[in-house]
């Protein structure tokens, strides 16, 4: 079987021609590897990249890396922080370089450790265990998932069945659908919705997950108010600034090119929903982990690559992607539909230490 094709893999001919192509010459020249040899090579001229503003970190991403990093330097080791901190395994490693110890749940810290809930948030039984275990918490979930969560308590205190929209299994779901358990229905689909029964549909609020697409949630939100007509939402959105920022900006910049890469990790639910946004306004659109990871069969008859990122992918990683298409000739230019200019404090527990 063949191996999937490697960007710039070792290969003679591939040399051959980069020698005689020159090295500005506009082409990206990739190999398919079969079996260790070089089985096929792509020519293929990218002319342009465009690249999306904006894209990358978001202020909850900035926020609980920084208190992480500050945490490292304010406090003795061991510093230990219960899940990803952000969903990308490259901030992860990093962390875990300076001395970070993940752990997937608190059984793993020992009893009056320090201990860093991360952006996504963590439901009332997981405070409940810290406390029990004397645990010293710095809460680094996002502001944005908190309002959340506070929705949540306000609305199961007035009585009301809340219907959650998210992705099961996604960490801020279990978070939120932790703060009032026994409230609360989690609806991904129209299909879902369909089949939802509530003891009284008179008395029905529903909120969602901040990372999802905007137009999936405004399908599943009208669904529920056909079937639910005095629901009532969250006071405003739930969808966070940055979902939306970057969700906008692959909307606009898909009319403008042929194809689009997302750099993100696999289980960063809003770069996934990025790469949604830009195949269903029809152009191809894929999610890579860094540059290694580009198919060059994806590259063939394009002429212009959109780049973006996700929330809680480094910039350096679009820097590898860009600087590699520029290596071969592309020119860069920025499309950009917005300026952010959200910051969060840091949490007290650390900004105080
Ligand atoms: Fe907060 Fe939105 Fe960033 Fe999630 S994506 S950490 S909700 S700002």
């Known amino acids: ?105 608190l059984d793993e810290v020992p009893q009056g450790e320090r201990v860093i809930f991360s952006a996504h948030g963590v439901s009332p039984k997981v405070w409940e265990r810290a406390k029990a275990k004397s645990l010293k918490v710095i809460d680094a979930t996002c502001p944005l998932v908190t309002k959340v969560h506070k929705e949540a308590r306000k609305f199961a205190k007035l009585g009301y069945t809340i219907v959650l929209i998210g992705h099961v299994g996604h960490e801020e779901v279990e978070g939120t659908m932790g703060e009032a358990p026994h409230h609360m229905e989690l609806v991904s689909s129209v299909e879902d919705v369909d089949r939802l029964e509530l003891e009284d549909p008179e008395k029905v609020a529903y909120l969602t997950q901040t990372t999802l697409s905007l137009n999936d949630t405004r399908i599943i939100v009208e669904a529920l108010r ?70 060059p069969g994806w590259l063939e008859d394009i002429e212009t690559v959109g780049i973006t990122s996700g929330a809680s992918a480094p910039e350096s990683l679009v820097h590898d992607a860009v600087e590699f298409f520029k290596s071969q000739g592309a020119d860069v230019e920025e499309f950009i539909t917005r300026r952010e200019n959200v910051q969060f404090a840091l949490p007290s527990a650390v900004s105080d230490g």
């Open 1 to 105: 079987m063949a191996s999937r094709p490697v960007l710039g893999s070792r290969c003679s001919r591939l040399g051959l021609l980069r020698s005689i192509l020159g090295p500005a010459a506009p082409y990206i020249v990739g190999a398919a590897n079969q079996g260790g040899r070089c089985a096929t090579i792509l020519l293929v001229v990218i002319k342009k990249v465009i690249l999306a503003s904006p894209r990358g970190f978001c202020a909850g991403v900035v926020r609980a890396i920084d208190t992480v990093e500050i945490a490292l330097q304010n406090f003795d080791e061991p510093l230990y922080v219960r899940k990803e901190i952000v969903h990308n395994p490259y901030v992860v490693e990093n962390l875990r370089r300076k001395g970070v110890r993940f752990v997937d749940e």
């Open 226 to 295: 056909r079937k639910f007509p005095r629901i009532e939402g969250p006071p405003s959105e739930d969808i966070c600034y940055a979902t939306q920022n970057r969700q906008e900006a692959v909307r606009e910049m898909a009319e403008n090119v042929d194809l689009i890469l997302v750099v993100g990790a696999m289980n960063s639910s809003n770069s996934n929903r990025l790469v949604e946004e830009a195949r269903q306004h029809g152009t191809p659109s894929y999610l890579i982990s860094d540059v290694h990871s580009i198919d």
